[in-house]
């Protein structure tokens, strides 16, 4: 997902409620949904105690709040262009 292809909301997200209202999303099944619909890579997202992990393949990031809701986007473009890489790096190895 494009970070710069989402709204210039400039809030800063305190909690999952907050992220949620931020997404549009009613759930972080939603949100993860969203995301991972909007990406190269199978993106998922969990909750932790402080905040929330974006992942792909064998990595991930963790937020903790409070975050910018654009660090949450550019959080999860990085994760998905870390993950594609890795694709690209393994295909490279197989030739």
Known sequence: MDATAQPLVRSIVLDLPNLLA?????????????VDGDCD???????????????????????AYPFDVAEFWSTVDEVDGDEVRRWESMAEEDD
């Open 22 to 34: 931020a997404t549009g999303a009613r759930t972080i099944e939603e949100l993860a949904d969203l």
């Open 41 to 63: 890579a199978d993106i998922w997202l969990e909750e932790t105690d402080d905040g929330v992990e974006i992942g792909a393949g064998i990595g991930a990031i963790c937020l």
